[in-house]
């Protein structure tokens, strides 16, 4: 069976940048429009209110399946950027009865101002979670980098930014 979750993330362009935010991850959409709305009243999100993305996100999927030979610059996947294709087979994250998931990301610096990170995927499990990162290590980009995973357990349907930007 596959399952889903939501995520909850803010976009938005200014004069010298664009910078993405995670939010959080939801097994709820009403749970997440609650912290929408919450958040839009934080200091920095409610100057770009248009900024709030909601995605879909199939968990225990690997979303970089081959290594990596160029430079991202910023939170990148390997596939298309609508993000998964969920349809009536996939059933929320809801019926697993977790409480937390596990966000998986690879990030390293190239100077000092810029980090390359790449999303790897959430996961149900840290055991899951740990297999995709042994799986990475060793491809092409990942190999020169194998310390520079991150498996962060985060708590569903709890905002991560509490105090704005």
Same mark, same amino acid.
């Given at each position: 069976? *596959?399952?889903?979750? #939501?995520?909850?993330?803010?976009?938005?362009?200014?004069e010298?940048?664009?910078a993405?935010? %995670?939010?959080g991850?939801?097994?709820d959409?009403?749970?997440?429009? @609650?912290?929408?709305?919450? $958040?839009?009243?934080l200091?920095g999100?409610?100057?770009?209110?248009? =900024?709030?993305?909601i995605?879909? &996100?199939?968990?225990? !999927?690997?979303?970089?399946? &081959? =290594?990596?030979n160029?430079?991202v610059?910023?939170?990148?996947r390997?596939? %298309?950027t609508? +993000?998964?294709?969920i349809?009536?087979?996939?059933?929320?994250? @809801?019926?697993? +009865? %977790?409480e937390?998931?596990?966000?998986?990301?690879?990030?390293?610096?190239?100077?000092? #101002?810029?980090?390359?990170?790449r999303?790897i995927?959430?996961?149900?499990? !840290?055991?899951? $979670?740990? @297999?995709?990162?042994e799986?990475?290590?060793? *491809?092409? =980009?990942?190999?020169?980098?194998?310390?520079?995973?991150?498996?962060s357990e985060?708590?569903?349907?709890?905002?991560?930014w !509490?105090? =704005?930007?």
């Amino acid at each position: 069976m *596959k399952y889903f979750l #939501y995520t909850l993330e803010h976009i938005y362009t200014d004069e010298s940048h664009t910078a993405c935010k %995670l939010l959080g991850f939801f097994d709820d959409l009403e749970k997440l429009e @609650q912290v929408k709305s919450f $958040a839009s009243e934080l200091s920095g999100f409610k100057n770009y209110p248009k =900024g709030f993305v909601i995605t879909k &996100y199939e968990v225990d !999927k690997r979303h970089w399946e &081959y =290594g990596f030979n160029s430079v991202v610059g910023e939170i990148g996947r390997d596939y %298309l950027t609508e +993000g998964d294709i969920i349809d009536e087979t996939y059933l929320s994250v @809801q019926e697993l +009865g %977790l409480e937390s998931v596990f966000s998986v990301s690879h990030s390293y610096t190239i100077h000092r #101002y810029l980090d390359d990170e790449r999303m790897i995927g959430v996961f149900s499990s !840290k055991e899951k $979670a740990e @297999q995709a990162v042994e799986e990475l290590k060793t *491809k092409e =980009g990942f190999i020169l980098h194998p310390d520079d995973f991150d498996i962060s357990e985060l708590d569903l349907n709890d905002l991560l930014w !509490k105090s =704005g930007f």
